[in-house]
Each structure stands twice: as C-alpha cells, then as structure tokens.
C-alpha cells in the first residue's frame, strides 16, 4: 500500500509538471531526479523554451555545477533580474543540499522562502542519489513547502509502446507490438538506452518492418536478458549454449559477482514463477510482485518455470549465495572459473530434475 502511495505521489508531481508547463506558468522552484534522464532532459528542455526567448540565453539562462557551490553564489543567480523576458531559469546539476554545513543550510532555507517571482530555479540530480536527510526537519520542509520533486522513472509500457512506434515511423520504419517488447526486454525500459539502440536497428533492418533477428543482430542487451538467456539454456541443460553467453559476458569484462548476483535474482524469479503455477496464480500476480511495467516478461518467467522444479529453484538459489558469499569473503577465487563450475553443477539436472 505504502508503495501505491508514493507511486502516486511520483505520478502527481509529473503530471503537475506537464500542467504547468501546458499552462505557461512553471513553478519557482523544481528538483528533477531519477534514473530516466531522457525525460529529464526533455522536461528541462521544455522550461527553457517556455521561459528563455531566442538569443537572450546569456541574460536568463544560468547553469551551475553542485561541487563546491555556495548559497550565496546560488543567491545571485537567482536574484539576477531577466533580460527582455519574464522570468529566468537557473538549473543546479548535483548539488547535495543534505551535506551543507548548518550556516549554509540556514541560508539556503531562507533563499526557499523568499524566492523572487521572477525566477524559476531547478536542482538536477544526475550523477548523485537524491536522499533527503529526515533528520534535517526544516530544510526538508522548506523542500516540500517550496520546491515541487519530480522523479522520472522508466515509462509504463503503455507510455513507451506508442513513443517506439513513432520513433521508428520517424526513421522509416513499422514496429509491431510484440517486436516492441522484445525490444525492451532485450535493450532494457529507458529510453535514454533505447534512444541510441532504436537508431542502430532501423539503419540495419532491410524490410520496412522490425524484426526480431534485426534486434539481435546490432542491439547491445542489458544484463538481465543476457542472464534470463543463460538461465533458460541452464534449464534446458544445455550447458554449452549456457557457456557460451557466459563467454560472451566475460569478454565484455562483466563482472563475475554482477553476473552472479544477476543470474541469482533471475532464479529467484523463476522461483516465485514456479510457486504461480503451483497455487494457481496468474502473470498479473508476478507484475505486481516484482513491479513490471509489462506483461511480457512475466509471462517469460511463467515459460521459464513450466522447465523446472521448487526444490531445484530453492538448491540453485542456494548455490549462487554459497558462491556470493566465496567471492567476497576469500582471497585468490578465481570468479570466472567458479562462475563455469556452477553453470555445469545447475545444468547437471536436466529439466530443474535429477
């Protein structure tokens, strides 16, 4: 229930956003976060062309980098009155306000509460974690009194279906639904990875229609679709096929302990899968559990678990932690070596059985 609410709440603050741009009345103050910095990007895009007339960018328009900022230098940008235009837009990239010692804490918090009517300033957090400190009450309640945080999140994929299409039709191309979402499970849910990706197949494709061979053939996969690969080729015991994209992994210079840990989660996934089919559960119950924006790879999961068994998933998972727990407790394992052994021992049972 606490997850709906703060789903919503993250929804409320993008939708007010869109209003107030649609209205031509941005707010005073925004902090723009989270992992799909395509949208970030665009949103900031789109304040800029709604406050900053053409060729008074100098005047109106202020960029500052977060690394040894201090209010006061914050302050006269955003004091700084516009130049032929209503307002100006002062943009602040990776400023932890939560490390500010307590004089300028005290300051910023005054700069809050009286921002001037002409301005509109945002905090961009891109290469650092926006955490408000909940011990610090009164500059988090000068934040949400005063600054409106918006998170962009990977888009539902009834937003990110449509938004494939028309970036293919504007390449040249026809995409179909479930070549979409192969797409996004092979190259991942946000679209600042899709953006480059997308570019790449439609050059590649021969036929005015996407198809999946075109996908595998020029897109770079996440790590998720190359593990749900491994796993699959594991269940079917075929330890080969599964050696191979584990050799591929290992050129790429994978990590050995991030394939780990991503081919544990795949199980563990498959494990909730199997106990869906055990009790009678559907894919809408594995989307909700797992919070999937799609079907799709729910219903891979659902596929992949029909190939095993609980008591095979419950060992194999105890596998990967016993081996987790190796390499970041004893010196001179070899990872990659131990990553090939473990591979054989999951594939040895044919099916997910002895």
């Given amino acids: 229930?606490?997850?709906?609410?703060?789903?919503?709440?993250?929804?409320?603050?993008?939708?007010?956003?869109?209003?107030?741009?649609?209205?031509?009345?941005?707010?005073?103050?925004?902090i723009f976060f989270g992992e799909e910095s395509y949208l970030r990007e665009y949103y900031l895009g789109e304040l800029r062309k709604k406050l900053i007339p053409e060729g008074f960018e100098t005047f109106n328009y202020h960029s500052l980098e977060g690394k040894d900022l201090t209010v006061q230098t914050l302050a006269e940008m955003i004091e700084a009155m516009p130049m032929m235009a209503e307002r100006t837009l002062t943009v602040v990239t990776d400023w932890d306000m939560f490390r500010l010692g307590e004089d300028q804490r005290e300051k910023l918090i005054g700069l809050l509460e009286d921002l001037p009517p002409y301005c509109c300033a945002v905090f961009v957090y891109d290469t650092i974690d926006y955490k408000p400190n909940k011990t610090q009450k009164r500059l988090c309640r000068a934040l949400d009194t005063y600054v409106e945080a918006v998170e962009f999140q990977a888009a539902e994929s009834r937003d990110l279906l449509p938004w494939i299409s028309r970036r293919f039709k504007a390449l040249g191309k026809e995409i179909d639904r479930q070549t979409s979402e192969?797409?996004?499970?092979?190259?991942?849910?946000?679209?600042?990875?899709?953006?480059?990706?997308?570019?790449?197949i439609a050059a590649y494709a021969k036929g005015v229609s996407v198809t999946r061979g075109d996908i595998d053939a020029v897109a770079d996969p996440v790590l998720s679709a190359e593990v749900f690969k491994l796993s699959d080729a594991v269940l079917r015991g075929e330890?080969?096929?599964?050696?191979s994209?584990?050799?591929?992994l290992l050129k790429l210079q994978t990590e050995p302990i991030m394939i780990l840990a991503a081919l544990g989660s795949q199980i563990r996934r498959i494990w909730t899968a199997r106990l869906a089919l055990d009790?009678?559960?559907?894919?809408?119950?594995?989307?909700?559990?797992?919070?999937?924006?799609?079907?799709?790879p729910a219903k891979l999961l659902l596929s992949a678990a029909q190939k095993t068994t609980g008591d095979w998933c419950a060992q194999a998972v105890?596998?990967?932690?016993?081996?987790?727990?190796?390499?970041?407790?004893?010196?001179?394992v070899d990872s990659a070596g131990e990553l090939k052994l473990l591979l054989v021992q999951l594939a040895a049972f044919s099916g997910g059985k002895e």
């Fill in 1 to 30: 229930m606490a997850d709906k609410k703060k789903a919503s709440r993250r929804g409320e603050a993008l939708q007010k956003l869109k209003a107030d741009l649609a209205g031509g009345t941005p707010g005073a103050a925004y």
């Fill in 182 to 200: 192969y797409l996004i499970f092979t190259c991942g849910g946000l679209m600042t990875g899709l953006v480059p990706e997308i570019e790449k």
């Fill in 239 to 243: 330890y080969d096929q599964a050696a």
């Fill in 245 to 248: 994209i584990l050799g591929d």
């Fill in 279 to 296: 009790s009678g559960k559907d894919r809408y119950w594995l989307m909700e559990l797992w919070g999937m924006k799609s079907d799709y």
């Fill in 318 to 332: 105890r596998r990967c932690q016993a081996l987790d727990r190796r390499m970041k407790s004893e010196r001179g």
